[in-house]
């Protein structure tokens, strides 16, 4: 070992003995930092990552290891110190490492002055270490692999020169094996190939931040052979002029086998894919718990099945091996419950026409050019997930993310494979037990209440509907197997103790029939498991069909594998339609939230103008509510009371975009009800140096004529809410590195009226955020500075999102009900047959139930913006970021399944790698980060060559010190 190092040292000092080896270090971190910002435009990708240093990385390693190693055996062959080198009393192996860890020293040092890089990133914004980690760790088994290539090359050569030449030659053949251009012309089996034997496409894989063993051994396998050749090549040139011998056929054959171990060795660790570790936060490309979860709930197989063309898209075929991966993980982890199948339709036309006929999955036509041709391939990229009799089919648009980094660069990548993977076996999954024994999915005892009052004193419709309540209870306790239980009590009797726990615990109080009548009662049903209580709310029709309906969307919140429901009330809207000349009409639209929602939940129209919530609702979705009236207010209100959760986007400004975009105050409707629960939205608009740009209309003047254009400038009214601004402790924020409120208003929380409450505050604006009430939100860039618009009063930060937990009281507790009100407006009629008067009465006849307290599961989630949820501003931001983007939908989809208590999906999705962005840097803050890297590695470089003058120096003070005793003694 100290032969080794003293070898180690010898060529490690001799590399910076000449200028040369500064050039070479320079020129790396040189062009390093020119592709890192100006090739790859990293401020313009707005991504907290290092990403773009390491693709190129595997180029420049190649031309850097050629730099260093040219010289290794070639310099001894000039200088005519080889010979002595293999007649000294030294193994040719000892000789090998030595140089080869002096050159991996070399290129140690080239990566660590590259650090600065990334530490400058992380400040820049939520940098992932985990990635950056695999980056290094892959830069150096890459370096390791091109060094015993150029060791090799060297020893073959005579000439640096031709040893630089053909060092280069070999690692760049050996890196374009697995490029996505040579691989465009295999189909997908033989791109795989390839991409298993080039050296960049098993760099992709480890700079995503998992270190596979068959990655790294493949980089290790590469380094033993080169490094086996070297050796067995320095014992060639010992043996020149010698006759062949028996020694010399030994070391053929034990040189010829170890090299064949080492790569039969890849082969037998090609299926063990097991073998890996996932370094990303929140390991990002590993099966969670909660896919493993729903694995194992399954009862039936489940069939996963791959349809992947040989020839598609040149930016889709990189992705199949990893989803090829990631699906045989699913297969592992759902053991004989889960078959997972890949197809080529071309191959087998009987799986093509079963999928088109069956699962109605087409090829689609991608449009490809290169410089020779254009052309059309019809290719399939699809999923198909199938149990029992229900299926999802997975598409290219559900699985991937494109983001355009210019005209001419667009990334495409995997958007987050196992959430949708996940979230279709999920939808099947449900969709398949829903039509099954409800009670097989409930694990704890439910029981039914019925707080009914005698039967004379009901109306008649209510009498006939107990009858039913009695019989359908009866029947369900049969089906459950001893886990339901009904019984009924009477409010009125036991001297009305009933009557006044009910009221003390639930807020029920008695009901009437109309707003006059005096004759009171009572009917209220509860479901109990546990500690949870529900209220099953009265069906608007009162028969049989309807109150099954009710008892079963009851039952269905105790139990899982159901799809839980989600009511969505939205403005009253037009969607355009440009291929007859007709614009929209009416409100924002929300067709993306609606979409989004319906992946993993039912979806249902709220109309609350009849005062009453679907009873099948789990939660209550406002978007942009406008002028609700009293009746619309009472649903909302009871159904929190019911212990729901009520979802609100809403904001005291509509935003106006038919000529130029302008604000006007208008009235939700709920701005009483919010103040009543201790929730207000101010009368202003938040303003923020932390924003989001925003493409607005802009006026330039040329000698008397006017020029109007569209501008992407800062926008102080899109509040950009970073990590820093979000709540952690919430699952509603998980997955969220950034998100664009769009016209908020601050939140105020009233605290006395919050006592007893858990209150989260979601979602804050920056410290540099202020206030206006001023509706003029066009920027004026001539009167202000470069935000457009003046800063006023104190500067902190707003709340604009906030979750309420807890028992509220009702708004419209004391007061009659609006439902028995009637509608005064005088209208003319004709005459009316004798009795139609009675029948009207009977059949307009109103039960009106109201509760006043809310048990302690009611929530309010209250989200000061109304259109950040909107078609219309999700396609602004996703054209000005040019992918698409979901944070807003993100955000509403994580409420409800926080809200749902639905926390699989939640977890996964929280685990989705969307794209980090960087924090608000101005142009001349770029250009300061941009030199300062510069500057760094040029202090890097500085530092280098100190340390090695003084290293010299010292060198010649001892070697002095050692020969004076000599000089002296000689005298």
Known sequence: MSTLSRIAKKEFGAFFSSPAAFIVLGAFLAASLFVFFWVETFFSRNITELRPLFEWMPVLLIFLVAAITMRSWAEERRAGTLEFLLTAPVRPASLVFGKFLACLGLIALALLLTLPLAITVSFLGPLDWGPVLGGYVAALCLAAAYIAIGL????????????????????????????????????????????????????????????????????????????????????????????????????????????????????????????????????????????????????????????????????????????????????????????????DPAEKPELEQEAGQKYGIRPVPFQTASKYQASVTNSYFDILIRYGDQFEVLGFRDLIEVKAQSERNVDVELRNPEYDITRAIKKVLYSYQGGGDLFSSISKPVGLTGYFSADAQLPEELGKLKAEFLALAKELEQQSNGRFTSSVLDPGADGGKIAKKIGEDYGFRPMTASLFDQKHFWFYMTMTSGEQVIEIPLPEDLNKDNLKQSLQAGLKRFATGFAKTVALSVPESTPPMPQFGMPGRGGLQFSALKDVLSQDHMVTDADLRKGQVPPEADLLLLAAPEDLDEKQVFAVDQFLMQGGTVLIAVSPYKINFEEEVSLVPHKTGLEDWLAHNGLSLGKSLVLDKQNSPFPVPAQRNLGGFTVREIQLVKYPYFVDIRSDGMNSESGITGGLNQLTLNWA??????????????????????????????????????????????????????????????????????????????????????????????????????????????????????????????????????????????????????????????????????????????????????????????????????????????????????????????TSGRA
């Open 152 to 343: 090799f090359v060297s020893v073959k050569s005579e000439s640096q020169i031709v040893s630089l030449i053909a060092t280069t030659l070999i690692c760049g053949l050996l890196y374009l094996i697995g490029s996505d251009t040579l691989a465009a012309f295999f189909g997908n089996r033989g791109a795989e190939i390839l991409q298993l034997l080039g050296s960049g496409s098993r760099f992709r894989s480890i700079t995503r931040g998992v270190i596979d063993l068959r990655d790294i051994y493949y980089y290790l396998c590469i380094m033993a052979v080169f490094l086996s050749l070297n050796i067995y090549g320095l014992e060639k040139i010992r043996w020149a002029g010698n006759p062949a011998s028996s020694h010399h056929r030994s070391w053929q054959l034990a040189c010829g086998l170890l090299i064949a171990n080492f790569l039969a060795a890849n082969l037998w660790l090609a299926p063990l894919g097991g073998l890996r570790s996932d370094m990303t936060k929140g390991s990002i490309y590993s099966i969670s718990e909660a896919t493993r979860s729903y694995l194992g709930q399954l009862r039936e197989p489940l069939l996963i099945r791959g349809y992947f063309s040989a020839q598609t898209h040149p930016l889709l075929a990189p992705l199949v091996p990893r989803l090829r991966d990631l699906l045989a993980e699913y297969a592992v982890a759902g053991g004989s419950k889960v078959r997972v199948e890949f197809v």
């Open 745 to 966: 208003s601050p939140i105020e929380i009233n605290q006395e009226k919050s006592k007893g409450r858990k209150v989260l505050r979601l979602l804050e604006s920056s410290p540099k955020s202020w206030v206006s009430t001023s509706t003029q939100v066009q920027p004026d860039f001539q009167k202000n500075d470069e935000l457009g618009f003046p800063v006023e009063g104190k500067q902190e930060k707003q709340l604009l999102a906030a979750a309420v937990e807890g028992s509220f009281s009702s708004y419209f507790a004391g007061k009659p009900s609006p439902l028995l009100k009637k509608d005064d407006t005088p209208k003319e009629e004709p005459p009316k047959p004798e009795g139609a008067d009675k029948e009207k009465e009977k059949k307009e006849q109103v039960i009106a139930r109201q509760i006043d307290k809310s048990p302690d599961s009611a929530r309010i989630i209250l989200v000061a913006s109304d259109s950040f949820l909107s078609d219309l501003v999700l396609g602004i931001s996703s054209s000005v970021m040019r992918s698409n983007y979901t944070a807003p939908v993100q955000l509403a989809a994580n409420a409800v399944d926080w809200s749902l208590e639905d926390r699989g999906l939640l977890s996964i999705r929280s685990r989705s790698h969307f794209s980090r962005p960087l924090n608000p840097i101005s142009k001349n803050g770029q250009v300061v980060v941009e030199y300062l890297n510069y500057g760094l590695a040029l202090l890097g470089l500085a530092g280098i060559w100190l340390f090695r003058a003084s290293a010299r120096k010292r060198t010649k003070r001892e070697q002095l010190a050692f020969l004076q005793p000599l």
